[in-house]
């Protein structure tokens, strides 16, 4: 997809916001269909990508962290980002989730969201989760509880003690349940649970507010090798229903979930391809493989 396309998208969506203009609108001032990108948790994938990153630059201090990065991930794809400790793959979230904001570039969510123009929090509700490498479960509460607090939207404790799950949620919650294998451990109080099954709620939190776009950096780091086998078979199977971008080192879990991995270094993309090919790459071994 080109800049020229993303912007074109961008201005019909700005037009469809912009009553004086609604007149003009494609679809002869109906408001048809451009309006329903406006719907959280839906997002404009005609051009086939769900996130495109172009031409990206952060400095702090003067240093460089992300240095001209252009990427973009295609919907349901799993990608899996590699690449030396500072290369700036955390930072690259930190950017798509509103945390940073870039000096320069192009941040696109579908080719109508600018996401350089939204908040953190907005950029959440539009359906980008995100999993940061501690797990940041509520230790004291169960993992039924755990799961439920996720869809609360009003998390005031007046109207937390009103809130009741409706069936579809309750379906939605079993169903996350059995996704991230505890099932048969919804009682149990999550601070008794190992790292890996944490890991998995977290991921579960993320799941009930049904992301199109899962950010999951360093998910495996810290797992028994049962476990990341588990979180490897966990991924594939939200490939596809979800597009899903996954920050990790230990290549082992690469090589099971990959399909298109990119390198990064230096704050920018070094090499893209199928796992073996960028094992092969001449400048991947010389600045991380061959550590
Ligand atoms: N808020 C910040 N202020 C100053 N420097 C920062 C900030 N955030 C990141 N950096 C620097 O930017 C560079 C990229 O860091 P980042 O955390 O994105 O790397 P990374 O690829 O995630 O590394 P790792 O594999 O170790 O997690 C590092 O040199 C880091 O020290
Ligand atoms: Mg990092």
């Given at each position: 997809?080109?800049?020229?396309?993303?912007?074109?998208?961008?201005?019909?969506?700005?037009?469809?916001?912009?009553?004086?203009?609604?007149?003009?609108?494609?679809?002869?001032?109906?408001?048809?269909?451009?309006?329903?990108?406006?719907?959280?948790?839906?997002?404009?994938?005609?051009?086939?990508?769900?996130?495109?990153?172009?031409?990206?630059?952060?400095?702090?201090?003067?240093?460089?962290?992300?240095?001209?990065?252009?990427?973009?991930?295609?919907?349901?794809?799993?990608?899996?980002?590699?690449?030396?400790?500072?290369?700036?793959?955390?930072?690259?979230?930190?950017?798509?989730?509103?945390?940073?904001?870039?000096?320069?570039?192009?941040?696109?969510?579908?080719?109508?969201?600018?996401?350089?123009?939204?908040?953190?929090?907005?950029?959440?509700?539009?359906?980008?989760?995100?999993?940061?490498?501690?797990?940041?479960?509520?230790?004291?509460?169960?993992?039924?509880?755990?799961?439920?607090?996720?869809?609360?939207?009003?998390?005031?404790?007046?109207?937390?003690?009103?809130?009741?799950?409706?069936?579809?949620?309750?379906?939605?919650?079993?169903?996350?349940?059995?996704?991230?294998h505890?099932?048969?451990?919804?009682?149990?109080?999550?601070?008794?649970?190992?790292?890996g099954?944490?890991q998995w709620?977290?991921i579960?939190?993320?799941?009930?507010?049904?992301?199109?776009?899962?950010?999951l950096?360093?998910p495996v780091?810290?797992m028994?090798?049962?476990e990341t086998a588990r979180t490897a078979e966990l991924f594939?199977?939200?490939?596809?229903?979800?597009?899903?971008?996954?920050?990790?080192?230990?290549?082992?879990f690469?090589?099971a979930i990959?399909?298109?991995?990119?390198?990064?270094?230096?704050?920018?993309?070094?090499?893209?391809?199928?796992?073996?090919?960028?094992?092969?790459?001449?400048?991947?071994?010389?600045?991380?493989?061959?550590?």
């Amino acid at each position: 997809m080109t800049p020229d396309l993303l912007e074109d998208g961008a201005q019909r969506l700005a037009r469809t916001q912009d009553p004086a203009s609604s007149g003009s609108t494609e679809s002869g001032g109906r408001q048809a269909g451009f309006s329903r990108r406006l719907v959280p948790g839906q997002v404009d994938t005609t051009h086939g990508r769900i996130l495109y990153l172009e031409d990206v630059h952060v400095s702090f201090d003067g240093f460089k962290a992300i240095n001209g990065l252009s990427l973009d991930i295609a919907p349901g794809e799993l990608r899996c980002i590699i690449g030396p400790n500072g290369a700036g793959k955390t930072t690259m979230m930190d950017i798509i989730t509103g945390k940073t904001r870039p000096d320069r570039g192009t941040v696109f969510f579908g080719s109508t969201i600018d996401l350089l123009r939204h908040r953190e929090a907005e950029i959440a509700q539009m359906g980008i989760g995100r999993k940061f490498q501690k797990p940041t479960v509520f230790e004291q509460l169960s993992v039924f509880e755990n799961l439920e607090l996720a869809l609360k939207t009003d998390k005031r404790v007046a109207a937390s003690m009103r809130f009741r799950l409706d069936s579809a949620q309750a379906d939605r919650l079993a169903e996350v349940l059995h996704t991230i294998h505890l099932s048969d451990d919804v009682r149990r109080q999550a601070g008794n649970l190992s790292h890996g099954q944490k890991q998995w709620l977290e991921i579960g939190m993320l799941l009930m507010q049904d992301p199109l776009l899962l950010l999951l950096d360093e998910p495996v780091a810290g797992m028994t090798d049962e476990e990341t086998a588990r979180t490897a078979e966990l991924f594939l199977s939200l490939k596809g229903k979800h597009s899903l971008m996954v920050v990790e080192h230990d290549m082992a879990f690469v090589k099971a979930i990959s399909d298109i991995v990119t390198v990064l270094c230096d704050g920018a993309v070094l090499a893209q391809g199928p796992l073996e090919q960028v094992q092969a790459d001449e400048r991947v071994i010389e600045v991380y493989l061959g550590r």
